[in-house]
């Protein structure tokens, strides 16, 4: 195998940095931050996803919690879900204020849902 010197180093990507001299590879961000910029140098450029939002380790943005989910605190990995019961129509919230009781007449069985469902003929639903 005919192994030859790097004519050139490698750019970090968005999401990523690498603090010292030499290093092999670049260092990813942790889930729940962002870094939007190539060919960064410090963990300290990595910033905090808002309320609302999340990342995966590595992220150049950060993304909207989507309907049926909310995220009340900066810098989550994950969003968490509506209880059942609930739903959340809109995607980006901030609080689990936004998980709405289901409407009389109609129910929802499953946690992280964007709408509810009518009860089924033969059923009813009288609880808000």
Known sequence: ADVRGLAKCIDCTVGS???DLGQIQCKKCAAGYFLPIEKATSAL??????KGTRSAEGAGLCIL???????????LP???????????AEAGAS????????AIGY???FPGKSLCLPC????YGNLT
């Open 17 to 19: 940095y690498a603090e």
């Open 45 to 50: 450029q990595c910033r905090m996803c808002d």
């Open 65 to 75: 919690c989507p309907p049926g989910q909310y995220g009340d605190k900066e810098a």
């Open 78 to 88: 994950e969003c968490i879900l509506c209880p059942a019961g609930t739903f959340n």
């Open 95 to 102: 609080s689990p204020d936004f998980c709405l009781d289901c």
């Open 107 to 109: 129910h929802n069985e």
């Open 120 to 123: 089924p003929e033969g059923e």
